[in-house]
T-cell receptor, first 111, second 115 residues
Framework: GQQLNQSPQSMFIQEGEDVSMNCTSS?????WLWYKQDPGEGPVLLIA?????ELTSNGRLTAQFGITRKDSFLNISASIPSDVGIYFC???????????FGTGTSLTVIP | DGGITQSPKYLFRKEGQNVTLSCEQN?????MYWYRQDPGQGLRLIYY???????QKGDIAEGYSVSREKKESFPLTVTSAQKNPTAFYLC??????????????FGAGSRLTVL
């Protein structure tokens, strides 16, 4: 299957700091998704991106669909303790095709 | 409320036993998926189905089987042939056309432990 390289693997930050993580692929994707997963639960969709160059916000979260269509970025501003969890990127080659997932970024926020 | 229900949440199995994980959705989604999640790894696709009575193997289908007799249901059987079945299993669904086809909705997961 497709390989999505997600980095960093883990982050430990102070409350109030901004966070950046990214996902890269060797393939061109038509859709990029970002999910958050709490321990023992299913992933929850944060942001969906459908066009190259698209920049979309959801509260303190901002994600971008890379111009090359081979990467995507997620930023979290002014982190709070409830941001703790694992963040996954996912890409889809085309509508109706399967989704491929990154290995996740584990975020710890220190109060 | 619409959503995806997975059961059981926790399941223990002895080696050599088959177990079946349930997944039911009331979102009227056409496609359903099963993923396996291991620590430190991304989600890996086991099987997916885009229409009733049809399904395709994903990247790690060996040792698993599925059925899709109803649109709402996509049960996964972990057979004794699966060499390392201890994992967290996630069911998901999506539309197959339009904007909703590009988004997966997940259930809460089932954790299987082999004793």
């Amino acid at each position: 299957g497709q390989q999505l390289n997600q980095s960093p693997q883990s982050m430990f930050i102070q409350e109030g700091e901004d966070v950046s993580m990214n996902c890269t692929s060797s393939s061109i994707f038509n859709t990029w998704l970002w999910y958050k997963q709490d321990p023992g639960e299913g992933p929850v969709l944060l942001i969906a991106l459908y066009k190259a160059g698209e920049l979309t916000s959801n509260g303190r979260l901002t994600a971008q669909f890379g111009i090359t269509r081979k990467d995507s970025f997620l930023n979290i501003s002014a982190s709070i303790p409830s941001d703790v969890g694992i963040y996954f990127c996912a890409g889809q080659l085309g509508t109706g095709n399967q989704f491929y997932f990154g290995t996740g970024t584990s975020l710890t926020v220190i109060p | 409320d619409g959503g995806i229900t997975q059961s059981p949440k926790y399941l223990f199995r002895k080696e050599g036993q088959n177990v079946t994980l349930s997944c039911e959705q009331n979102l009227n989604h056409d496609a359903m998926y099963w993923y396996r999640q291991d620590p430190g790894q991304g989600l890996r696709l086991i099987y997916y189905s885009q229409i009733v009575n049809d399904f395709q193997k994903g990247d790690i289908a060996e040792g698993y089987s599925v059925s899709r007799e109803k649109k709402e249901s996509f049960p996964l059987t972990v057979t004794s042939a699966q060499k390392n079945p201890t994992a967290f299993y996630l069911c998901a669904s999506s539309y197959t056309g339009g904007a909703g086809a590009n988004v997966l909705t997940f259930g809460a997961g089932s954790r299987l432990t082999v004793l």
